[in-house]
């Protein structure tokens, strides 16, 4: 069976200091691949998403960036965290036919300082 | 573009009563509903699906009707249990993209 894993579940950082968020899955293969971040009193926000190794897609500019160096490893990064960088960033995949059914991680919490 | 929009919460309900979580949409084209859920401690998870106008998605006792007509897609169940609190998530997804738009998420507290 397929799962996913994220980590860390929790985070606190300094304002300027870097910032790697990992997410691997298992038992699938070229899966399409997302990051999401959920803000306080907003909604679940798409930050990126990979169809394949090396493919980023970005969907809102910001401080982050994200890297696919294998098939079932993403990464969520920053070179340098603002305030507002703060929230709650999910981990997602879902079969390469399709989005309708997407499979989360169990998320990291993430407060900057 | 597109967006859904959930109404407030925290929503409180006492064990047995009746749930609705209203949720409407603004898509450019035809797009695939969904109810996503979180309990407390774990990921998200799909709790129900409509993919045309008209469609009921339906699971573990919860019911939403893609309504085309009123662009919503309101989830409801009859009888709520404790082990129902969680967050739910309202979402849509355009058939031909990658990715799902999410509502704010509505908490719902079931009490004893």
């Known amino acids: 069976s397929q799962t996913i894993h994220q980590w860390p579940a929790t985070l606190v950082q300094p304002v300027g200091s870097p910032l790697s968020l990992e997410c691997t899955v298992e038992?699938?293969?070229?899966?399409?691949l997302y990051w999401y971040r959920q803000a306080a009193g907003r909604g679940l926000q798409l930050l990126f998403y990979?169809?394949?190794?090396?493919?980023i897609s970005s969907e809102v500019p910001q401080n982050l960036s994200a890297s696919r160096p294998q098939d079932r490893q993403f990464i969520l990064s920053s070179k340098k965290l603002l305030l507002s960088d703060s929230g709650f960033y999910l981990c997602?995949?879902?079969?390469?036919?399709?989005?309708?059914?997407?499979?989360f991680g169990s998320g990291t919490q993430l407060s900057v300082l | 573009g597109n967006s859904v929009t959930q109404m407030e919460g925290p929503v409180t309900l006492s064990e047995e009563a009746f749930l609705t979580i209203n949720c409407t949409y603004t898509a450019t084209g035809y797009p695939s509903l969904f109810w996503y859920v979180q309990y407390p401690g774990e990921g998200l998870q799909l709790l129900l699906k409509a993919t045309k106008a008209d469609d009921k998605g339906s699971n573990k006792g919860f019911e939403a009707t893609y309504r085309k007509e009123t662009t919503s897609f309101h989830l409801e169940k009859g009888s709520v249990q404790v082990s129902d609190s969680a967050v739910y998530f309202c979402a849509l997804s355009e058939n031909s993209g990658y990715a799902l738009n999410f509502g704010k998420g509505t908490s719902l507290l079931v009490t004893p």
């Open positions: 038992g699938t293969s070229n899966p399409n």
């Open positions: 997602a995949w879902s079969p390469t036919t399709g989005t309708e059914k997407l499979f």
């Open positions: 990979s169809v394949g190794i090396g493919q």
